[in-house]
């Protein structure tokens, strides 16, 4: 049972690179969300999915790209990498009415 | 104001404590409470979820929902080192997939 993955566990970029973060779930979840967390900010939401073909913006999306083609993978896409966007990343997945699953992260650097 | 008040602490507790952690709430829609507990370079996970008003148990975890007051908390009893964590509240409303999280409250357990 794996649940939600997420791969890079680690990257570094340099400023102006782009990158796609994956995020697979196994679990049939229609909904499907990004956030970031830094220190003393919480948890902020990027970009979420409530099923295949259907995205809209969260809380700070200026700078990610998301696309959901398949109701498993929801990947992010970092197009101009930024220090500001220096964060570790989680992909978080959920049934209407049930808890949300996360995956264990993707810590990123952007020099 | 944010949606989600919660203390960020730190809680500095000896072996054996109890430990007791709340959040405040400002939307009356919240139906569905979620604790998670994140040690440090991981994901978030589910430690419990419980759905309008009402007290549950788990073992050591005791989650308490006060829809009246707007008020919820966890408590962990005969606490160990190993509780020693970010614990963060959660909550939505029926039929609506996003959550609102508070900040998290780090917590240490002393041995």
């Known amino acids: 049972n794996a649940g939600v993955t997420q791969t890079p566990k680690f990257q570094v970029l340099k400023t102006g690179q782009s990158m796609t973060l994956q995020c697979a779930q196994d679990m049939n979840h229609e909904y499907m969300s990004w956030y970031r967390q830094d220190p003393g900010m919480g948890l902020r939401l990027i970009h979420y999915s409530v099923g295949a073909g259907i995205t809209d913006q969260g809380e700070v999306p200026n700078g990610y790209n998301v696309s959901r083609s398949t109701t498993e993978d929801f990947p992010l896409r970092l197009l101009s990498a930024a220090p500001s966007q220096t964060s570790v990343y989680f992909c978080a997945s959920r049934l209407e009415n049930s808890p949300l699953h996360f995956g264990n992260g993707t810590r990123l650097t952007v020099t | 104001q944010k949606e989600v008040e919660q203390d960020p602490g730190p809680l500095s507790v000896p072996e054996g404590a109890i430990v007791s952690l709340n959040c405040t709430y400002s939307?009356?829609?919240?139906?569905?409470f979620m604790w998670y507990r994140q040690y440090s370079r991981k994901g978030p996970e589910l430690l419990m979820y419980?759905?309008?008003?009402g007290n549950k148990e788990d073992g050591r975890f005791t989650a308490q929902v006060d829809k009246s007051s707007k008020y919820i908390s966890l408590f962990i009893r005969d606490s160990q080192p190993s509780d020693s964590a970010t614990y963060l509240c959660a909550m939505s409303a029926s039929n609506d997939y996003k959550l609102s999280f508070g900040a998290g409250t780090t917590v240490t357990v002393r041995a």
């Open positions: 419980t759905y309008s008003s």
């Open positions: 939307n009356s829609a919240f139906q569905y």
